[in-house]
C-alpha cells in the first residue's frame, strides 16, 4: 500500500479484477454467513477471482448450491450461535491452511429499551453470533494465520461507531467485536496477522426486511456494492474501512452526542425516500455519496 493509500479520503469500493486475483488467486477464503446476502456476494466475487472459499452458514441446501456454481468452493454448515458446534468448526478448519477469514454473519434486533420484555436476552444473542463466534474462529485458526501471514476480516456496522435508536444490543455485540479486532490488529508487528474490520453501513439483505421502513430513509448499498468493501479489505489489508457517514457519525458523537444525532437525522431526511425533487438535491446526492463510498485507515 503506497502512501496516498494511506489517506482517509472518499474512495469507491471497486477494486480491480486483477489486483484482486493477485491477492487471494489459489489462497483458503472463509466466509460465514455465505448462504445469503453480503457473504454470498462476496464469496461470489472472491470465487470468481481464484479462491479455495470455504462457504459457512447454518442452511446447509444453499450453501451446497452456491459450492456448486464457483470453481472452487467447500461447503461447511455449521450454526455459529451455537459454542460448541463453532469450537467444532475451528477445530475442522484449521488442517485446511486458511489464509484469510472473513467474519461476516451476524444478526441483528431492532426493539426499543421500552419493548424489550429482556434486554439482556436480546444482548446474549446477538453476542453468541455477533462476537463470540468470530473469537472462536480465530483462536482456532490464529496459528495457521501467522505461519501465513493471513488476514482476519470482521464485518462490523455503522451502528458501532455511533450507536442507533432500537439497536442497543445489536451495536453493543458489533462493538465487542471492535474492541477485540482493535487491540489484535495492534499485534500484528509480533505475528504478521493483519485484523480489519468493516463499519458496514445499511445494506439491503434478508436481514434488514423487519426494518424495511429504514431503507426508505437511510441510503443504503446492494449486497454486491457490500462485497466490494470486502475485496477492498483483502487487497489494501488496512485496519479499518468505513464510511464518511460512520466517520462523521463517530467523530460527532465524540465531539458532541447532539452532533452524531444531527448527522443521523440530515441522512434520514435525504434517504432513498421523498419526492422526486429531493431526490435531485445536492444534498441528497452528498448523503448518498457519504455511504456508497469507503474510507480507508
Given at each position: 500500500?503506497?502512501?496516498?493509500?494511506?489517506?482517509?479520503i472518499p474512495?469507491?469500493?471497486?477494486v480491480?479484477?486483477?489486483e484482486?486475483?493477485?491477492?487471494?488467486?489459489?489462497?483458503?477464503?472463509?466466509?460465514?454467513?455465505?448462504s445469503?446476502?453480503?457473504?454470498?456476494?462476496?464469496?461470489?466475487?472472491?470465487?470468481?477471482?481464484?479462491a479455495?472459499?470455504v462457504l459457512?452458514?447454518?442452511?446447509?441446501?444453499?450453501?451446497?448450491?452456491?459450492?456448486?456454481?464457483l470453481?472452487?468452493?467447500t461447503?461447511m454448515p455449521c450454526?455459529?450461535?451455537?459454542?460448541?458446534a463453532t469450537?467444532?468448526?475451528?477445530?475442522?478448519?484449521?488442517p485446511l491452511g486458511?489464509?484469510v477469514?472473513v467474519?461476516?454473519?451476524?444478526?441483528?434486533i431492532?426493539r426499543?429499551?421500552?419493548?424489550?420484555?429482556d434486554?439482556?436476552?436480546?444482548?446474549?444473542?446477538?453476542?453468541?453470533l455477533?462476537?463470540?463466534?468470530?473469537?472462536r474462529?480465530?483462536?482456532?485458526?490464529?496459528?495457521?494465520?501467522?505461519?501465513r501471514r493471513g488476514?482476519?476480516?470482521?464485518?462490523s456496522s455503522?451502528?458501532a461507531q455511533?450507536g442507533a435508536?432500537?439497536?442497543?444490543?445489536y451495536?453493543?455485540?458489533?462493538?465487542?467485536?471492535?474492541?477485540f479486532v482493535?487491540s489484535?490488529?495492534r499485534e500484528?508487528?509480533t505475528n504478521?496477522?493483519?485484523?480489519?474490520t468493516?463499519?458496514m453501513?445499511l445494506?439491503?439483505?434478508?436481514?434488514?426486511?423487519?426494518s424495511?421502513?429504514?431503507?426508505?430513509?437511510?441510503?443504503?448499498?446492494s449486497?454486491e456494492?457490500?462485497?466490494?468493501m470486502?475485496?477492498?479489505?483483502i487487497?489494501h489489508?488496512?485496519r479499518r474501512?468505513?464510511?464518511p457517514?460512520?466517520?462523521?457519525?463517530?467523530l460527532?458523537?465524540?465531539?458532541?452526542p447532539?452532533?452524531?444525532t444531527?448527522?443521523d437525522?440530515?441522512?434520514r431526511?435525504?434517504?432513498e425516500?421523498?419526492?422526486?425533487g429531493?431526490s435531485r438535491?445536492?444534498?441528497?446526492r452528498l448523503?448518498?455519496?457519504?455511504?456508497t463510498?469507503?474510507?480507508?485507515?
Amino acid at each position: 500500500m503506497g502512501a496516498l493509500d494511506r489517506l482517509p479520503i472518499p474512495r469507491t469500493h471497486r477494486v480491480g479484477d486483477s489486483e484482486l486475483r493477485e491477492a487471494v488467486g489459489g489462497k483458503v477464503v472463509v466466509v460465514t454467513g455465505a448462504s445469503s446476502g453480503i457473504g454470498r456476494a462476496a464469496a461470489v466475487r472472491l470465487g470468481g477471482a481464484g479462491a479455495h472459499v470455504v462457504l459457512v452458514a447454518r442452511r446447509a441446501a444453499e450453501l451446497e448450491a452456491l459450492a456448486g456454481e464457483l470453481p472452487a468452493a467447500t461447503a461447511m454448515p455449521c450454526d455459529l450461535s451455537d459454542g460448541a458446534a463453532t469450537t467444532a468448526l475451528g477445530e475442522a478448519l484449521a488442517p485446511l491452511g486458511v489464509d484469510v477469514l472473513v467474519s461476516n454473519a451476524g444478526h441483528s434486533i431492532r426493539r426499543t429499551l421500552d419493548r424489550s420484555a429482556d434486554a439482556a436476552a436480546d444482548a446474549e444473542r446477538l453476542i453468541a453470533l455477533n462476537y463470540l463466534a468470530p473469537v472462536r474462529l480465530i483462536a482456532a485458526l490464529l496459528p495457521g494465520l501467522v505461519a501465513r501471514r493471513g488476514q482476519v476480516v470482521c464485518v462490523s456496522s455503522i451502528a458501532a461507531q455511533a450507536g442507533a435508536p432500537g439497536f442497543a444490543a445489536y451495536a453493543a455485540s458489533k462493538s465487542a467485536l471492535d474492541a477485540f479486532v482493535r487491540s489484535a490488529a495492534r499485534e500484528r508487528g509480533t505475528n504478521g496477522v493483519a485484523f480489519t474490520t468493516i463499519h458496514m453501513p445499511l445494506v439491503r439483505t434478508a436481514m434488514v426486511e423487519p426494518s424495511a421502513d429504514l431503507l426508505a430513509d437511510v441510503p443504503s448499498l446492494s449486497p454486491e456494492r457490500a462485497a466490494e468493501m470486502l475485496a477492498s479489505a483483502i487487497v489494501h489489508r488496512p485496519r479499518r474501512i468505513g464510511t464518511p457517514a460512520g466517520e462523521l457519525a463517530a467523530l460527532g458523537w465524540a465531539l458532541d452526542p447532539a452532533l452524531a444525532t444531527a448527522v443521523d437525522r440530515r441522512l434520514r431526511d435525504t434517504g432513498e425516500g421523498g419526492g422526486g425533487g429531493a431526490s435531485r438535491s445536492p444534498l441528497k446526492r452528498l448523503a448518498r455519496l457519504a455511504v456508497t463510498t469507503n474510507v480507508r485507515r
